[in-house]
């Protein structure tokens, strides 16, 4: 069950409880106390809103950055992570697989100032090896959302 | 002036059956702004994106001939598996079964391959709207057993015996049910089994809903015992992949009947075409999943839309198949064409008279839940402003 409220949640952050339960066929209190649990043992750990900045006066750049940290005794990937995502300019952090070890995005109002965070912040992390930006020229689709879909209904109005 | 009347040359047979009921409120609908329509018999999924990147590479690859007339040896080999996994049914794809140009072509075959002038074809309604005219068409005689919602929608055994007569050949089964969403199970099926046989029947079984049963796994009428050599069974890929314009289906059973069903089909149809037969071989091979996913979705709305409808005190029997509601909309004191077009004229939601689907449908309405479930949010909050204001109504004349 909790599958299945996490996958309507994941849809729609600000849906109530009760038409959850209704949609699950569950009991609006039941739905309440797992969603409670879930929030407590953060498998639930903050509903976003997904906004397309483009669309507002409000400027933001976002870049792609690869990492490579040289590992050392002592120091694993967390520890070099953590003084990455410390950074509020920092989105997101991901160990990968592959020919860079960190993956990190960036926001900034420009690309001016993502660069220089990446020149003075980040590229002068100890460890860090090397970085290589790259910056957003637009987004098309974000957490499974399609930012401007032309695909309409194209069902005829009323069929048998 | 020309002497030229062309109404003449048309069959009488043809003249004989009444244009669509939906046909008109279509116009009507068409030509209403700003409408939510929960009108619609198709699903609101568009085709998974891997069925239709698979036609496109077939198209880039060549695939652009006839096939075989019975369908792509393939596809056959894969629905034959495919209808032994899900339904327990084993066919050969050699002689067994035969690819149609949507289940709708498959009604049309098989009803033409075995209806003689005069036979007898019994339809239980309401119902999907093509049985009848198609069984005309082929000659036969309809016989009608209005299904009530008393009985879930299903038809009785004590309904079937009653409608037998010397000339009964035919018995057509759409479970799960459009307009309704009705199901049988296996016991429910088993009692109309024991008349089909004790009678000499075959069943014609549409069962194009099957992969939408909400509650418990759905049985193939052809799965009862010594149901196979006399069911046709009917399936498809519209609702259950979402593939409904690609026109693509099938029918499966006796080779004697498929043969002969076959034999028209190829001198009218030829083959069923090839980029929707690539298609369809590519749902199957990987699409099952999106089929699951889309059933969980039509689930939770089909929760939702009962519970609206029930809020706002409309009786409606729990429809556990296919993506309809089929509410009674008697306690607002209007008949379902009535209360189908003030409700479009007065809050511009759009949803079917049910006697657009024959008998039995009247006083009821079809509501589709292949839309979004903000969609039916916002029309059931409308509906409930009409239903309540039909309410106040109808206690303002009483008191009168």
Redesign the interface.
């Known amino acids: 069950m909790r599958e299945?409220i996490l996958e309507?949640l994941r849809c729609?952050a600000r849906i109530s409880h009760e038409?959850i339960a209704?949609?699950?066929?569950m009991d609006p209190e039941e739905v309440t106390r797992e969603i409670k649990a879930m929030e407590d043992e953060k498998v639930i750990l903050k509903y976003n809103t997904l906004i397309n900045w483009e669309k507002t006066d409000v400027n933001v750049v976002t870049a792609m950055i690869d990492v490579k940290v040289i590992p050392q005794r002592d120091v694993g990937f967390d520890e070099v992570a953590e003084r990455i995502y410390r950074f509020p300019e920092v989105r997101s952090v991901s160990l990968m697989s592959g020919s860079y070890d960190l993956s990190v995005v960036v926001e900034g109002k420009t690309m001016k100032e993502v660069a220089l965070f990446v020149a003075e912040k980040l590229a002068t992390i100890e460890h860090v090896q090397s970085t290589m930006t790259h910056f957003v020229l637009k987004h098309y689709k974000q957490a499974g959302v399609i930012f401007e879909d032309k695909?309409e209904?194209r069902?005829?109005?009323?069929?048998? | 002036m020309s002497n030229f009347n062309a109404e003449r040359f048309i069959v009488s047979k043809l003249r004989s059956i009444p244009p669509s009921g939906i046909r008109k409120f279509f116009d009507l609908v068409a030509n209403t702004k700003g409408v939510i329509s929960l009108g619609v018999g198709e699903p609101d999924f568009v085709t998974p994106w891997h069925i239709r990147e698979a036609c496109v590479y077939s198209l880039e690859k060549g695939y652009t001939m006839y096939t075989s007339n019975w369908g792509m040896p393939e596809l056959r080999q894969a629905v034959a598996g495919y209808l032994e996994e899900r339904y327990g049914l084993s066919y050969s794809p050699e002689n067994q079964l035969v690819i149609t140009v949507g289940a709708s072509e498959a009604v049309d075959l098989a009803l033409r391959a075995v209806v003689n002038d005069g036979d007898e074809v019994i339809v239980p309604e309401p119902c999907y709207v093509s049985y009848k005219p198609c069984a005309v068409m082929a000659g036969g005689k309809v016989v009608s057993i209005p299904t009530k919602p008393e009985n879930d929608f299903q038809l009785t055994a004590e309904q079937l015996e009653a409608a037998i007569t010397e000339k009964s050949k035919v018995l057509v089964l759409c479970y799960p049910n459009n307009p309704t969403g009705a199901i049988m199970n296996r016991d429910e099926l088993s009692a109309i089994a024991r008349v089909v046989e004790k009678h000499d029947l075959l069943v014609i079984a549409d069962e194009i809903y099957s992969e939408l049963t909400y509650n418990g796994q759905h049985t193939s009428f052809a799965s009862l015992p010594g149901m196979k050599e006399r069911t046709i069974l009917i399936n498809g890929f519209s609702k259950s992949f979402a593939m409904t314009g690609w026109r693509i289906g099938f029918a499966a059973g006796h080779p004697d009947l498929i043969g002969a069903m076959v034999k028209i089909h190829q001198y009218t149809i030829l083959c069923t075409p090839v980029t929707a037969q690539m298609a369809a071989l590519e749902a199957l091979k990987n699409g099952l999943e999106h089929v699951y996913r889309m059933k969980e979705q039509y689930n939770q709305r089909r929760r939702l839309l009962i519970k609206r409808l029930n809020d706002m005190g409309l009786d409606c029997f729990e429809p556990k198949g296919a993506f309809y509601a089929f509410p009674s909309v008697k306690r607002t004191g209007l008949d379902a064409e009535t209360f189908c077009e003030e409700l479009l004229k007065e809050e511009k939601v759009a949803v079917v008279p049910g006697n657009a689907f024959g008998a039995g449908g009247e006083g009821h309405i079809r509501i589709s839940y292949a839309a979004s479930i903000n969609q039916i949010e916002e029309a059931m909050e409308r509906m409930e402003r009409f239903v309540a204001r039909r309410y106040r109504e109808l206690q303002v004349r009483a008191q009168a």
């Open positions: 299945k309507i729609n038409q209704t949609m699950l066929g695909e209904d069902r005829q109005v009323v069929s048998p």
